[in-house]
């Protein structure tokens, strides 16, 4: 159940960032601005993806101890 939940969320959240897009490419010359925050934004979520999926020792941590 709780799988589908987030199946469905998942599809409306690309489906609101499709049309986000399309918006920001219609509105062609303001919405570049926000086409870059976007970006922006990616980039930086990836990195710190990529920062936790590095770092063994959190993982340690947060298996071994008490919270």
């Given at each position: 159940?709780?799988?589908i939940a987030y199946t469905i969320l998942a599809i409306i959240a690309v489906a609101f960032f499709i049309c986000m897009l399309a918006g920001f490419i219609a509105a062609f010359p303001y919405g570049i601005i926000g086409l870059l925050?976007?970006?922006?934004?990616?980039?930086?979520?990836?990195?710190?993806?990529?920062?936790?999926?590095?770092?063994?020792?959190?993982?340690?941590?947060?298996?071994?101890?008490?919270k």
């Open positions: 159940m709780e799988k925050l976007i970006v922006a934004f990616g980039l930086l979520f990836i990195k710190v993806l990529k920062e936790r999926l590095s770092r063994k020792e959190d993982d340690y941590y947060s298996k071994k101890f008490e």
